[in-house]
């Protein structure tokens, strides 16, 4: 039998883009990336908390990051969870605040020394709500600030949904690893009071400016103007999420007619189009009709 044959090549071998088979940043770069993001964010925090601090400058450490689950990420006890949106990339990440943190907040505001009471409410009122917001915009504008800091492209992060129930954000999957900071802020000899941060180890790349370059368009190609044909009579679906919540299928196989679900509408709207959120708006009413009114387009 004879065992020696001629292979023969069908076509030419493929010939591959050295930019296509360079391998990415690995996991322990990224979070070193975020680390120093971090440094850069206490080093912020510090100034811009003074004013929720009765003015003066509180210490800020950072510890971490960490990885974590995102079905380990939920605090025991009273708890206040923020969604932020991260512009240009559309990353999204998670914030958590416990209730006695906030408590302490509203306290000094008001002018006390800055403790909660005990024992603690079973829900947040008004004035932690709105203590939230106040917290939420430094740290959406200083962690924005910290992770363009290292050359990339600075993020424009903004809150968009808040609540005590960890699932009604639907932020994540609960086996999304994310990265975790841990901040602990420090007023004099008080004990510190602490904030959590998640960011999706899978969007750290594009977050801290580590994402591989894309691909250059050839010269001569054109892109699509929206105002132009064939493009501008082209149909799209719009969507304006009103509500986003989710059921217990228990409760779901027991519905009837005429039962009342309650419903909480987000004071921001988000606009869908496609797979996109494009933009958020408020729910008003034209000439009889309910409409939106678009506050921010990202």
Same mark, same amino acid.
């Given at each position: ?6 292979? &023969? ?10 930019? &296509? #088979? ?11 990336? #975020? $680390? ?6 206490? *080093? ?47 990353? $999204? ?23 909660? =009471?005990? =024992? ?9 709500? #709105? ?7 430094? &740290? ?89 044909? =064939? ?14 919540? *989710?059921?217990? #299928?228990?409760?779901?196989? *027991? ?11 987000? *004071? ?31």
């Amino acid at each position: 039998m004879k065992q020696d044959f001629a292979f &023969l090549a069908e076509r030419a071998l493929a010939q591959h883009s050295a930019a &296509l #088979l360079r391998p990415g940043p690995a996991d322990a770069d990224l979070i070193e990336a #975020l $680390r120093q993001a971090g440094s850069r964010l206490a *080093r912020g925090l510090r100034g811009s908390l003074a004013r929720l601090c009765g003015g003066n400058m509180p210490e800020v450490s950072i510890d971490g990051p960490h990885d974590m689950a995102m079905a380990d990420f939920a605090r025991s006890g009273l708890c206040a969870y923020s969604l932020y949106h991260a512009a240009p990339s559309g990353e $999204r990440m998670v914030g958590a605040i416990d209730a006695e943190t906030l408590m302490r907040l509203v306290d000094r505001a008001f002018g006390g020394p800055g403790d909660a =009471p005990h =024992p603690l409410p079973s829900e947040l009122p008004m004035s932690a709500d #709105l203590m939230l917001q106040s917290v939420e915009a430094v &740290l959406a504008a200083q962690l924005g600030a910290a992770l363009g800091g290292a050359g990339a492209a600075r993020q424009t992060i903004d809150p968009v949904r808040r609540d005590t129930d960890l699932a009604q954000l639907q932020s994540f999957a609960p086996a999304t690893r994310l990265a975790v900071l841990d901040i602990a802020v420090t007023e004099g000899l008080r004990a510190p009071w602490h904030i959590r941060l998640a960011l999706p180890i899978g969007a750290l790349a594009v977050l801290t400016g580590m994402a591989m370059p894309k691909a250059q368009t050839a010269p001569d190609a054109v892109s699509g103007d929206p105002e132009a044909e =064939p493009f501008a009579a082209m149909p799209l679906t719009l969507t304006a999420l009103l509500v986003d919540t *989710r059921l217990p #299928l228990q409760a779901v196989s *027991r519905l009837e007619p005429g039962q009342v679900l309650n419903l909480p509408i987000a *004071r921001q709207v988000p606009l869908i189009a496609g797979r996109h959120t494009i933009g958020h708006g408020t729910i008003g009413a034209v000439d009889g009709s309910v409409a939106i009114q678009v506050t921010r387009l990202t």
